[in-house]
């Protein structure tokens, strides 16, 4: 495929998410003050919530006046709480409590939750004069879940002279990280182009950090090295809006994987994604009790693909709607882990209760004694799961076990 223009790049990646179940939203609905494009917030609670919206209809004495204070209420709630919150647990208004997004259920056994789901409004702006203090700077595009800003990409072109290292340069030099779009709505930003991917999650003008989110010259869970693997049409880097971007996944990153830490986002990286997808997939189709091994470097961020396969396994269900496990066990040799693991787990578990934590009940030998060189490092365990049920015989035992290794 031959692209000439950084334009006809911008549009076949459109293209493939407007057929993959993308809207896509004028750049002038946006409203910068806010920060949100409110008549898609609008439209997505009155399509998801429609008694809720009428009841703030109600209460609030008419149409006008409720989507005024309404969109004043999340506005406000994404300000305080920030964008991940706000897309997670309700906001309340008047009393009335609604959602301002829907994650897909674990089983399909509820029916209404999967309608829910469905209404979920998913757009991409191409081209959106973001900025309060440089009106004509535009983003190339930007990533919009019912309403809310959450991701933004600016592209480039090898034939036009321009690639990903001066996509990142425009990060740092043109984009004001005090722009609200920046500060406080989106949480993830990719420099793209057809060769190679790079994303960060803060802008901080000449310190921006980017990290590679590329697949690896081999592909997805093969040996190789930096970029991604050669292909004879198309682009490298489609699996970012073929994979990563498809409706449902980015969903579930929204929902499973993006953890906020005061103002550090911690956004997975591409090997740590497809990690965990991985086994997902494998045990969805196999069930439990298959040893697996996931291999990670030095420094490649293993502690989070622990907890977030932790976090995924345990609101697995099967083919039968069933859960696959009762209670997923992480075991960890080392304090600092544990306690790595630990928090990032919490921040992504959002039911009170499913968390608790196990320590090594034996006594390490003192410095000296003989018998410490044969043994590892004391072990940590928390376990994440609710408490396991009782079978029709009355006995207690879990569906499986998962065992890794790092």
Request: charged share 20%; with cysteine; proline share 6%.
């Amino acid at each position: 495929m031959t692209i000439a223009k950084e334009l006809a790049f911008e549009t076949n990646i459109e293209a493939h998410l407007l057929a993959d179940g993308w809207h896509s939203l004028p750049p002038a609905t946006y409203d910068r003050k806010a920060g949100v494009f409110g008549e898609e917030v609008i439209a997505f609670v009155q399509a998801s919530q429609p008694k809720a919206w009428q009841q703030l209809v109600t209460r609030h004495g008419g149409e006008a006046t409720a989507r005024e204070k309404f969109l004043k209420v999340v506005v406000g709630a994404i300000d305080h709480r920030g964008t991940i919150s706000v897309l997670r647990s309700p906001v309340k208004d008047s009393g009335v409590s609604v959602r301002l997004c829907y994650f897909k259920p674990a089983s399909g056994l509820n029916v209404e939750q999967a309608e829910r789901y469905a209404a979920n409004r998913l757009s991409v702006v191409r081209q959106l004069h973001h900025s309060e203090s440089n009106p004509a700077d535009s983003l190339d595009l930007t990533l919009v879940v019912n309403g809310i800003p959450v991701a933004t990409a600016e592209l480039k072109n090898p034939l036009t002279h321009q690639s990903v290292e001066n996509a990142m340069a425009q990060y740092r030099a043109d984009r004001n990280p005090n722009d609200l779009i920046f500060r406080a709505r989106t949480l993830v930003h990719f420099a793209v182009d057809p060769h190679r991917v790079a994303m960060t999650t803060r802008l901080a003008r000449q310190e921006t950090v980017f990290l590679p989110f590329d697949q690896g010259s081999g592909g997805a869970g093969h040996m190789g090295t930096a970029g991604n693997p050669a292909v004879k049409s198309g682009y490298q880097t489609s699996y970012l809006w073929e994979q990563v971007w498809q409706r449902d996944a980015w969903l579930d990153l929204l929902g499973s994987f993006i953890h906020v830490e005061g103002n550090r986002v911690l956004f997975p990286r591409f090997h740590q994604w497809h990690a965990v997808r991985a086994i997902l997939q494998a045990t969805y189709h196999d069930g439990a009790g298959v040893d697996r091994l996931v291999q990670h470097s030095a420094g490649s961020g293993k502690s989070n693909t622990i907890a977030w396969s932790a976090h995924a396994l345990s609101r697995l269900h099967g083919p039968d709607d069933a859960p696959i496990f009762d209670k997923v066990v992480v075991i960890t040799d080392r304090k600092v882990l544990d306690r790595q693991l630990q928090d990032t787990v919490a921040g992504l578990e959002h039911t009170p209760g499913t968390l608790d934590q196990l320590h090594s009940s034996e006594p390490r030998p003192r410095t000296g004694d003989p018998r410490r060189s044969a043994q590892p490092d004391d072990t940590y365990t928390f376990d994440l799961g609710a408490p396991m049920p009782s079978d029709r015989t009355g006995a207690r035992s879990p569906r499986g076990t998962v065992r890794g290794q790092t």
